[in-house]
């Protein structure tokens, strides 16, 4: 079984970057695909962005591509996202999850089961 912790948040000025982490316990996390989603305060979560078990394949929301970098090291069980020219519609709380499945990097949320406490993300104007 996975547990994730999400670490990285915090307030930062718009055009300003942070580096989220992710850090999952137990022996399974290099065999399923991660992702991260966030939600705003009365909005839906909403997909990130999300990376295939070796970090080859990448897939991101319209609303982050050319800002947002997700990526993973297998051998310290912890998925990344890098974001860079932040907005102030980028602040949400953000969330690591891991998939069901081992090879579609999933947009649908329903096809991950194991989430993490969140991490807030402010972006001041």
């Known amino acids: 079984q996975v547990h994730l912790v999400e670490s990285g948040g915090g307030l930062v000025q718009a055009g300003g970057s942070l580096r989220l982490s992710c850090a999952a316990s137990?022996?399974?996390?290099?065999?399923?695909?991660m992702g991260w989603f966030r939600q705003a305060p009365g909005k839906e979560r909403d997909f990130v962005a999300a990376?295939?078990?070796?970090?080859?394949?990448?897939s991101y929301a319209d609303s982050v591509k050319g800002r947002f970098t997700i990526s993973r090291d297998n051998a310290k069980n912890t998925v990344y996202l890098q974001m860079n020219s932040l907005k102030p519609e980028d602040t949400a709380t953000y969330y690591c999850?891991?998939?069901?499945?081992?090879?579609?990097?999933?947009?649908?949320?329903?096809?991950?089961?194991?989430w993490g406490q969140g991490t807030q993300v402010t972006v001041s104007s």
């Open positions: 999850a891991k998939s069901t499945d081992y090879y579609t990097q999933a947009h649908d949320m329903r096809k991950y089961d194991t």
């Open positions: 137990g022996r399974t996390f290099s065999r399923y695909v």
């Open positions: 990376i295939s078990l070796l970090g080859i394949s990448t």
